[in-house]
């Protein structure tokens, strides 16, 4: 499988240089490493890891966004990282045809004191992503407008950030949206009057009202590059500020007391019976007291049937005898008798004619349709009683 593994980017004086060669790298100029694909259009993702290490450095960072587009390492080593050779382990995957291909790369980091740049400007680029800034062109032509407006002998990009590392948002894909980039670049010249414009109190002002601030060298960068000028950083190494503070003794601020003396390392045995006695025997035993109170109380005072009978009255134990022994008959003669049948099923006579009426039973009658209040025209063999006549003109 065909690979184009590397292309080492630099900032340095005179623009991009490419190389694809592990040479020595100063730690604080920009490295920027860009893996690609085979020549053909398949899909490939690349995974990179410091060898015998599940990740990379601390100041390395790794992109793709699709598995189409190209994979960026980038980063700016430290001063700790200067004279240890560095090995990235890069492994490839093909997505279509399931090959892997691995290389190693070798970084050697150097110092950078020999080219000091002691000024430094941090820009804020809104419409660019970080994989777009690496390139170089567009690098190159960033740092030829800034080249312009600062006028330095020696001008270096130092360090270059996604916005979403400093805590920014992820953009909505709506107007091809950038999440913004942010590029430090370093001088051996002061800064020009242009980027102090930023500073100016009408400018601040204008910033802290969300308003864009009137840069005079904008227009320089306009064409390409859309930057947050109140986002802007200016940076002077020049001026040594001391950090060291008199401590002045007052109020809250104990007197010295002299070196601190360590404990030994050898340690006195120590005797925990006594702990023990407090911690676990007291209790336990203060709890088989009162347990041994409450056992007597419920157990040893109990009053009985025996000491209740002889403390009730003669009267009331022969009226109680007499009651329970009458419940006690009833209750047996019941169990005994036999179960009447309901007068609904006993036969009756007609009071006129005087012939039995079969009763109704459910074997022979449907009682699910029958009313239960029957009327006089439902009842059987019933007599009609002639009704009394009231006194009166008769009328045809």
Not at 91 to 110: K, P
Not at 141 to 156: I, S, T, Y
Not at 161 to 180: C, F, H, Q
Not at 212 to 222: A, Q
């Amino acid at each position: 499988m065909r690979r184009r593994w590397c292309r080492q980017q630099q900032a340095e004086e005179r623009g991009a240089m490419r190389c694809c060669a592990a040479g020595p790298w100063p730690h604080s100029a920009l490295t920027t490493l860009l893996l690609t694909g085979e020549i053909s259009n398949d899909p490939i993702t690349f995974n990179t890891n410091l060898m015998g290490y599940p990740d990379r450095p601390g100041w390395l960072r790794y992109i793709q966004r699709t598995p189409y587009s190209d994979g960026v390492l980038y980063g700016s080593p430290t001063v700790e990282n200067v004279g240890k050779p560095t090995i990235i382990e890069i492994t490839a995957y093909n997505r279509r045809t399931f090959e892997t291909a691995r290389h190693n790369l070798i970084i050697n980091i150097m110092s950078a004191e020999d080219f000091p740049l002691p000024y430094q400007a941090e820009f804020f680029i809104r419409n660019m992503n970080v994989e777009e800034m690496l390139a170089s062109e567009v690098l190159g032509d960033f740092l030829g407008a800034v080249k312009n407006v600062w006028q330095p002998e020696r001008l270096n990009a130092i360090n270059i950030t996604s916005a979403l590392d400093r805590g920014g948002r992820v953009p909505l894909p709506i107007n091809d949206m950038k999440e913004g980039v942010y590029v430090m670049v370093g001088a051996d010249v002061p800064f020009s009057s242009c980027l102090r414009e930023v500073e100016n109190p009408q400018n601040q002002l204008r910033c802290s009202q969300e308003m864009e601030p009137v840069i005079t060298c904008d227009k320089k960068f306009r064409t390409q590059f859309h930057i947050d000028w109140c986002k802007i950083s200016l940076v002077d190494n020049t001026k040594q500020v001391s950090t060291f503070q008199e401590v002045i003794r007052g109020e809250g601020i104990l007197p010295d007391g002299g070196e601190y003396k360590p404990p030994s390392d050898t340690l006195k045995s120590r005797d925990y019976y006594s702990d023990f006695l407090i911690t676990l025997a007291v209790p336990s035993a203060i709890a088989l007291v009162l347990f041994l109170i409450l056992a007597y109380i419920m157990c040893c005072r109990r009053e009985g049937v025996e000491k209740r009978n002889m403390q009730t009255p003669d009267i009331q134990l022969v009226h109680h005898s007499a009651i329970q022994k009458s419940t006690k008959e009833l209750r047996d003669m019941s169990k005994n008798r036999e179960i009447a049948w309901p007068l609904s099923t006993l036969p009756v006579f007609h009071p006129v004619t005087g012939e039995i009426v079969p009763a109704l039973h459910t074997d022979s009658y449907d009682n699910t349709s029958m009313p239960l209040m029957q009327t006089q025209q439902n009842l059987p063999h019933q007599t009609q009683i002639p009704q009394q006549q009231s006194a009166g003109k008769w009328y045809s």
